[in-house]
C-alpha cells in the first residue's frame, strides 16, 4: 500500500502544478486579447482617419504640364 500512496500522492502533486499552469496560461492569454482589441481599435481609427483625409490640391506628376523650358 505505501507504493499506491506514493503514486496517488505523485499525481495529485503533478495535477496541482498543472492547474496552476492552465491559471498562468489562462491570465496570460486574458492580457494578449485586451492587447489585441486594442491594437484591432487602433488600427480601425488610423483607418477611418485616413479615409476623412481630403485629397491633396497638387497634381500628380503624370498630370502635370512640363514647363514651357522643356
Same mark, same amino acid.
Given at each position: 500500500?505505501?507504493? *499506491?500512496?506514493?503514486?496517488?500522492?505523485? *499525481?495529485?502533486?503533478?495535477?496541482? /502544478?498543472?492547474?496552476?499552469?492552465?491559471?498562468?496560461?489562462?491570465?496570460?492569454?486574458?492580457?494578449?486579447?485586451?492587447?489585441?482589441?486594442?491594437?484591432?481599435r487602433?488600427?480601425?481609427?488610423?483607418?477611418?482617419? *485616413?479615409?476623412?483625409?481630403?485629397?491633396?490640391?497638387?497634381?500628380?506628376?503624370e498630370?502635370?504640364? *512640363?514647363?514651357?523650358? /522643356?
Open positions: 500500500m505505501n507504493s *499506491l500512496e506514493a503514486r496517488i500522492t505523485e *499525481l495529485e502533486t503533478k495535477v496541482a /502544478y498543472q492547474d496552476e499552469t492552465i491559471d498562468i496560461l489562462n491570465d496570460e492569454l486574458k492580457q494578449h486579447q485586451m492587447a489585441m482589441a486594442k491594437i484591432t487602433q488600427i480601425e481609427l488610423v483607418g477611418e482617419k *485616413l479615409k476623412e483625409i481630403k485629397p491633396s490640391s497638387v497634381v500628380s506628376e498630370h502635370e504640364t *512640363l514647363p514651357p523650358h /522643356y
